[in-house]
C-alpha cells in the first residue's frame, strides 16, 4: 500500500513538473478600440470661442489671432483686452470645458515665441462666481486647477504692448492638458 501512495505521488510530480513547465511562445488576442476626433468645442477639453473677434474655430480647432484684415498689428504702448475682467461670464476670449465624463485637472501654459510673448496673459476667472482663479503670461507661470465633469473656466487674454518696438512677434502656443 506504501508503494502505491509512493508510486501515485511520484506521477503526480512528474504531471505537476510537466504542467509547470509547460509555456508558449506566442500569443495573440484581439480587443477593440473606439477613438473618434470631435471638435474643440465638444472635445474632452472644450474650447469654445468667447465673445471677442480674436478667437473663433478653424476647423473644429480653436485658435487666437488678434491681427485684422485692414491693420499690420497691435499699437506700440497699448493695453488690449480681448473679454472684460469684470463680466468674464458673457464677454471673454473662451471658455474652457472639462467635458470628460470625471474630474481631470487641467494645466494651461503659455509657451511664447521669444521673449516679447511675456507681454500676453491669460487670465482664468470661476464660472460660478467670476472670480480671477489664476493669470498664466509665459513668464513661468500656469493654471492648474481641477475641474468636475462639465465644470468650465471663462479665459480674457491681456495683450500689453508697453515698452514694444515695431514689428515685435508675441505669438507662442497656448498648451493645455488634463490628467
Do not use: H, W
Request: no cysteine.
Amino acid at each position: 500500500m506504501q508503494s502505491k501512495t509512493v508510486l501515485i505521488a511520484v506521477l503526480m510530480s512528474v504531471v505537476a513538473m510537466g504542467v509547470g513547465g509547460v509555456a508558449f511562445t506566442d500569443a495573440e488576442v484581439d480587443r477593440d478600440v473606439n477613438v473618434e476626433t470631435a471638435g474643440d468645442s465638444a472635445a474632452v477639453i472644450g474650447l469654445t470661442p468667447g465673445a471677442t473677434d480674436a478667437a473663433s474655430l478653424d476647423d473644429g480647432a480653436l485658435v487666437i489671432d488678434t491681427s485684422t484684415a485692414s491693420a499690420d498689428g497691435l499699437n506700440v504702448d497699448g493695453t488690449f483686452n480681448y473679454g472684460d475682467q469684470d463680466n468674464p461670464d458673457t464677454e471673454n476670449t473662451f471658455t474652457l470645458t472639462n467635458n470628460d465624463d470625471s474630474a481631470n485637472t487641467i494645466t494651461v501654459e503659455y509657451l511664447a515665441d521669444n521673449a516679447a510673448g511675456d507681454n500676453v496673459e491669460f487670465y482664468f476667472y470661476d464660472e460660478t462666481d467670476q472670480s480671477e482663479i489664476a493669470a498664466v503670461n509665459a513668464g513661468d507661470t500656469e493654471f492648474s486647477n481641477e475641474l468636475n465633469s462639465g465644470e468650465s473656466v471663462d479665459v480674457v487674454m491681456v495683450v500689453n504692448t508697453d515698452a514694444l518696438a515695431e514689428d515685435d512677434d508675441l505669438s507662442g502656443t497656448l498648451q493645455i492638458s488634463a490628467n
